[in-house]
């Protein structure tokens, strides 16, 4: 149909026409491939950024948990467990009776920190991570101090395989302190255990007994005979003088007189008959 415009010589065609169907499938499949190809960019972003907090969380517990365990053994007196033995549970002595002893242990997938034997347990990790295959091991370095050696697999707590994130640690630190005791030193087996090596001496204990290779000093700080000792030296004088044998030869003995008789002193010797007796020498 045709319409014709007053004046003009121009004609419009009017048509009722719309998209065909394969223009429509056409348009179709171009949005389609958009939109997937949107959702695409947008999943992938989520993912990554879901995988970025899992890292984080990941990369956060563990250093605070490493920082936790170095500063601890740092400070310690002494690590409580067994040389060149992996265990799970870290035993540390403190100088303080607040804080000692002082554990370190995995319970679940969660590690703890506790002070004193009496102490309440405290996490060091959160329920967002897990913590698995956490063990302790002393490395004695005499003569210097003993290290810790600590080894643990920590991983983002998900069930989603795109969300998942672990690492494998291990720290090595060494104790910066002296050894400090607040009960006696009691040796776990009679007669088993010494103090000190050969080649390594002891320089003094309580800075009055002195050691210099296989001399011994009372407060003399460098003794130059087998036994040195800086003032008087009191032999006994109340307790009754035992016979004199081979176990006793060459002992001095004081025996303590009553008033008006004068105190002896005696040593325990073998004669010429090859018989031991007390010589009085005073």
């Not at 949107?38 to 995988?51: D, M």
């Not at 290290?147 to 994130?165: D, R």
């Not at 494998?168 to 005791?181: D, H, K």
């Not at 003094?204 to 003794?223: H, M, R």
Request: some cysteine; charged content about 10%.
């Amino acid at each position: 149909m045709f319409k014709k415009f007053l004046h003009s010589t121009f004609y419009i065609l009017h048509s009722r026409r719309g998209f065909t169907i394969l223009e429509l499938l056409i348009f179709a499949a171009i949005f389609s491939i958009m939109s997937v190809a949107f959702l695409s960019a947008l999943v992938s972003a989520i993912q990554v950024q879901v995988k970025q907090i899992a890292a984080s969380e990941v990369n956060q517990q563990s250093q605070f948990l490493l920082d936790t365990i170095q500063y601890y053994v740092q400070n310690s007196s002494l690590v409580e467990l067994s040389s060149d033995t992996a265990t799970t549970t870290l035993k540390l002595r403190m100088s303080s009776s607040s804080t000692d002893p002082l554990y370190i242990y995995l319970s679940g997938n969660v590690v703890y920190l506790k002070q004193t034997d009496s102490g309440a347990a405290e996490p060091l990790t959160s329920a967002r991570v897990t913590v698995s295959n956490l063990t302790f091991t002393k490395r004695a370095n005499n003569p210097g101090h003993d290290s810790v050696n600590v080894l643990f697999t920590i991983a983002y707590n998900t069930a989603s395989p795109t969300q998942s994130f672990l690492q494998n640690l291990q720290l090595s630190v060494a104790r910066v302190g002296a050894a400090t005791f607040d009960s006696n030193v009691v040796p776990a087996s009679n007669n088993t255990y010494k103090l000190g090596t050969a080649a390594l001496d002891w320089q003094s204990i309580n800075n009055t007994l002195f050691f210099s290779s296989s001399n011994v000093g009372i407060g003399a700080s460098s003794p130059g005979q087998t036994l040195e000792v800086n003032g008087g030296l009191r032999l006994n004088t109340v307790t009754a003088q035992p016979t004199c044998a081979s176990a006793q030869r060459g002992t001095f003995w004081v025996t303590q007189s009553a008033s008006g008789t004068k105190d002896m002193v005696d040593v325990c010797v073998k004669n010429a008959a090859n018989a031991y007796i007390w010589s009085t020498i005073y």
